[in-house]
């Protein structure tokens, strides 16, 4: 490996410590997960002692663990966010994500900070003003271009993480409030009613219905995984899934996925290393179409729109494609799809566009399905399976190993026995025996070697095992066992503490704003130790966040989803319909938005109507 070789990092989520140590196991580099409190998804805390425990398992393979406290904090809520992060630290985890300016002003013991997506990083001078502010990574709004990605990455000097699969809002993150606005549950505060999700009716600017009963607000999840490399040679050097509410097999196979997927891209350029170690050992073949998903799309990564982005038929997972349905009785229904069923499959059927419904099988003979209950389908449906029973049942098991290569040599010295012990990254230690050589009646080499080669229970496994004896001499099983296990543990105290000292902690700022830079309720300044970080930084005039003063007629989200351009209805698209509509109406019972359009940045903003 080239001495400049630039590590890039997988980044996993988890919602909990089981599913953080299967994603380390499935190959992340990193996991990330709420503490105990101020988590972006409230539903999905953590104990600082299962914080620990995670930071432990992680570090044996040289990983990374990360806690979010990406929400907006309140003044009576400062002392206890002072004093979790300090347990968090104390708890050995590597990084704090914060939306919160307020962490800058804490006094606290040294820890690396990443700005989190939700404190809109979308502009070099914002990413420059929070690197100076003191955060040594920035987590970029997922709504970037490749360009934008590569301009920050290098002017900005800061590690770069960016999002390559997973849910996404409709709104830039950080800069929506139609939960807080519509329903009293703030995003910025890990309380997201997720209104984007709901169906709405659409109509003309004359009331003039357009759609009925339409997900209009509702995308498409992420999947970036045909364009990692692009990412990387962009600047990126952390892949990041979003999923802190997914399950556990949503967790193994989408991480699986993109570590085979890294993998790939690493064995073919010396110029790039893993930020981690151990090899993975999987027991199934991941595929990201058998997870949860609203269809995918790659988000305008490359700049340009060729795609909707949004999946108006329903918020829920589409799944995999399943085939069209060519025949009909009255149990049972085929399909042309060469996928193989098993009983337990759930599905959902599409027709023109749109969720007719869904149902599960009890049996299946080839592309012939039998529901448990008969639904209403047709020839020409399309087919989704949106529930896979056997790779649900594949996944329920232990569905991987990993494991860290160690290199072994047994020397003869002269106060007794050496065992060197070097992993795969170059790091090493030594375990002394202090006893007598006695001769051996007979060769010694296989014994020995099969002695030191059981590395059960440890994340470790024998690569090469050397024994390097003048002659013949005879030693305990027991006390070569012994030797083993002290050396190995030495070993993993040379990694842990590679492990720390790959920490960065900057040092505090007041940098200058960044020229134009919202300072009205869009900056989020919602207790007093965020005001004084930005008065110190120029601010002449802050109001309230959002959640503490609505403002009438508030911007509430900005969007790269057009709602025009889904309807058909883009003037760039399609000029012969002319300059389209200055805005269109959703309604969703007692909701009511108003969708504008500035097509000179391609972008839709979002404004609640009485």
């Not at 009613?193 to 009925?212: K, M, N, W, Y």
């Amino acid at each position: 490996m080239p001495r400049s070789a630039r590590s890039i990092e997988l980044l996993a989520p988890a919602r909990d410590a089981e599913i953080a140590i299967a994603a380390i196991d499935h190959g992340a580099d990193a996991v990330y997960l709420g503490g105990p409190d101020f988590s972006a998804r409230h539903q999905a805390g953590n104990p600082v002692e299962h914080l620990a425990r995670v930071a432990d398992y992680a570090h044996r393979y040289r990983a990374r663990v990360y806690v979010t406290l990406n929400t907006l904090l309140l003044d009576e809520e400062l002392p206890r966010a002072e004093a979790m992060i300090r347990e968090v630290c104390s708890a050995g985890i590597d990084a704090l994500i914060v939306q919160d300016m307020a962490v800058l002003e804490m006094d606290l013991p040294p820890v690396e900070l990443h700005a989190s997506t939700q404190a809109h990083i979308d502009t070099v001078e914002k990413a420059l003003f929070l690197h100076r502010a003191g955060f040594s990574r920035l987590v970029l709004a997922r709504e970037l271009s490749l360009p934008q990605i590569e301009a920050i990455a290098r002017e900005s000097g800061a590690e770069i993480e960016a999002f390559v699969h997973g849910a996404l809002c409709v709104s830039y993150s950080g800069q929506c409030y139609l939960s807080q606005a519509l329903c009293g549950r703030s995003a910025n505060r890990g309380r997201c009613a997720q209104v984007c999700r709901l169906p709405f009716d659409v109509s003309d600017p004359e009331g003039r219905p357009l759609r009925t009963g339409t997900h209009a607000l509702s995308l498409k999840d992420m999947n970036r995984s045909a364009h990692l490399e692009a990412l990387i040679d962009a600047g990126v050097c952390s892949l990041k899934i979003e999923g802190r509410l997914k399950d556990l097999p949503y967790v193994k196979n989408i991480t699986a996925y993109y570590r085979r997927t890294l993998d790939d891209i690493l064995s073919r350029r010396p110029d790039l290393t893993r930020a981690s170690d151990g090899q993975v050992d999987l027991r199934f073949t991941p595929d990201p179409a058998r997870s949860f998903n609203r269809g995918y799309t790659d988000y305008l990564l490359h700049g340009e729109r060729t795609e909707d982005l949004s999946n108006p038929a329903t918020p829920k997972s589409i799944g995999q494609p399943a085939g069209r349905i060519v025949a009909v009785s009255h149990d049972s229904f085929t399909t042309d799809s060469p996928l193989a069923f098993a009983p337990g499959d759930g599905f959902v059927y599409l027709r023109r566009g749109e969720v007719q419904g869904g149902f599960r099988i009890n049996r299946a003979q080839g592309s012939r399905l039998y529901p448990s209950r008969m639904p209403s389908v047709r020839p020409g449906d399309l087919l989704y399976r949106n529930q896979d029973a056997a790779f649900d049942r594949l996944l329920a098991t232990s569905s991987a190993t990993r494991k860290v290569a160690v290199d072994l040599r047994l020397e003869a010295v002269p106060e007794g026995y050496r065992l060197l012990a070097e992993d795969e990254s170059g790091l090493h230690a030594e375990g002394i025996l202090r006893a007598e050589h006695t001769p051996a009646d007979t060769p010694q080499k296989t014994r020995l070697e099969q002695a030191l080669s059981k590395l059960g229970g440890t994340e470790f496994e024998a690569r090469r095992i050397a024994i390097a004896f003048p002659s013949e001499y005879f030693l305990p099983l027991s006390a070569v066992s012994a030797l083993r296990r002290q050396t190995l543990e030495a070993l993993r105290e040379v990694r842990l503490r590679s492990v720390a000292g790959q920490r960065q902690t900057l040092p505090h700022a007041h940098p200058p704003l960044p020229p134009g830079l919202d300072t009205d309720y869009r900056l989020n300044a919602s207790n007093r130790l965020a005001r004084q970080f930005y008065r110190q930084c120029g601010a002449d005039r802050l109001v309230p966040a959002y959640e503490q003063q609505k403002v009438p007629g508030a911007q509430l989200a900005v969007c790269l989803h057009c709602l025009q351009y889904s309807l058909g209805l883009c003037p760039r698209q399609h000029p012969e319909k002319g300059k389209g509509f200055p805005y269109l109406v959703l309604r969703h019972g007692r909701f009511a938005l108003r969708a504008e359009f500035d097509c000179a940045h391609c972008r839709m903003k979002l404004f609640a109507l009485p």
